[in-house]
């Protein structure tokens, strides 16, 4: 099916939401923080990345600006937001994401956005600035 890399710190949220990923038939790699998640990314550019906002050493939302910004090519990989952020609307117009789902999410609901974003494929349109 798809390349996913799922971008979560929290380990306990990650793994069964990888477990679920790969039932589903895709093939799905994790990075715990966002400088793991940019290098993996660079290793092999995924379909979609799964990317939480709230995490230390690089938030989601630089991880974005770095993807759609600064790093020539990432720019076209969707990016679907699950995170639990006051305010996620506000945050997913400043990446630009048309995918995203607020943390506890219904599985049904994920997966219904997720299958949407791999059909679609709808490129990020961020606000300039991080």
Avoid: W
Avoid at 29 to 45: H, P, Q, T, W
Avoid at 47 to 59: A, G, H, N, W, Y
Avoid at 71 to 89: A, H, K, M, Q
Avoid at 98 to 126: G, H, Q, T, W
């Amino acid at each position: 099916m798809a390349d996913l890399l799922v971008v979560d710190d929290d380990v306990d949220v990650a793994m069964p939401l990888i477990t679920i990923l790969e039932m589903e038939g895709h093939q799905v790699r994790y990075a715990r923080d966002g400088e793991v998640a940019l290098l993996k990314i660079s290793e092999r550019f995924p379909d979609l990345v799964l990317l939480d906002i709230e995490m230390p050493r690089l938030s989601g939302t630089k991880v974005a600006y770095r993807m759609l910004i600064e790093d020539c090519g990432r720019e076209n990989i969707p990016i679907f937001v699950l995170s639990g952020v006051t305010d996620l609307s506000a945050v997913v117009r400043k990446i630009g994401t048309p995918y995203f789902l607020s943390k506890p999410y219904l599985l049904d609901e994920m997966l219904a956005i997720l299958n949407k974003a791999l059909s679609d494929r709808v490129r990020p349109n961020p606000l300039v600035s991080p």
